[in-house]
């Protein structure tokens, strides 16, 4: 019964999160006759609802786990890093994005680049809904899960790269301004990829100071990120 509250619960938050993007978007955008962002913004609903359903499938207790509103041992960084990224992403992405190709018409950008962006978006949904299945300990935020016997994992995509959290975010944020064809929404992405990034480095410290094995993990997988770079 509490997984499936969880997975009602978490659905119903989907969707609030989605009507806010959406309602940031159209507001900047004051029309409503863009069919790139009512495609984009089809396919995160459609996203959300099957990630969703497969952490209820597959991964139950992290579907839980991942609801929690107070988490002990949380690093402040953090959440003060979280906050920011999702701000960001929610707030300031859309909001670039109706003023460019809503507003103001900016930029635009062709076919070829909406087909590159639901490329990467599905690749990105998928490495973190791979990775998420894979980790039982991916929560919201960096802390080290003494409560859930928290242990290094190697299997999956953490087999390839150290965060593949973090990987598929950027990528995911990347395929915004594709799908939806603006030029200028480049740089609040930017500036997002950036916080992950600087969330990256400080969680994989804070992995190598307090997480048993998670040095001698980091000697074999050599990349926290991009494959090959870093």
Not at 39 to 56: C, E, K, P, Q
Not at 62 to 68: F, M, N, T
Request: glycine fraction near 6%; proline fraction near 4%; charge should be positive.
């Amino acid at each position: 019964m509490e997984v499936r509250k969880a997975c009602l619960k978490q659905a119903v938050l989907s969707c609030a999160l989605l009507a806010v993007m959406m309602a940031v978007f159209f507001a900047s955008a004051n029309r409503f006759n863009l069919p790139l962002a009512w495609m984009f913004f089809g396919a995160v609903f459609i996203y959300m609802i099957l990630s969703t359903v497969a952490l209820y499938r597959y991964s139950p207790k992290l579907l839980v786990q991942r609801l929690q509103l107070r988490r002990r041992g949380s690093k402040t960084w953090d959440e003060v890093l979280m906050r920011a990224c999702n701000l960001t992403l929610m707030l300031v992405v859309p909001a670039v994005a109706g003023l460019d190709i809503g507003r103001f018409g900016w930029s635009r950008l062709g076919a070829l680049s909406t087909a590159l962006g639901l490329i990467i978006f599905v690749f990105s949904s998928v490495l973190i809904n791979w990775a998420m299945i894979e980790n039982p300990y991916f929560e919201p935020t960096v802390r080290l899960q003494d409560d859930r016997g928290h242990r290094v994992v190697t299997t999956g995509p953490y087999s390839l790269v150290r965060h593949p959290g973090y990987l598929s975010g950027i990528l995911w944020a990347f395929s915004i301004p594709l799908l939806i064809g603006s030029l200028y929404t480049f740089t609040p992405v930017i500036l997002y990829s950036t916080l992950m990034i600087l969330r990256t480095y400080l969680e994989d410290r804070t992995l190598h100071d307090e997480l048993t094995g998670y040095a001698e993990y980091a000697e074999r997988i050599r990349y926290r990120l991009f494959p090959r770079v870093w």
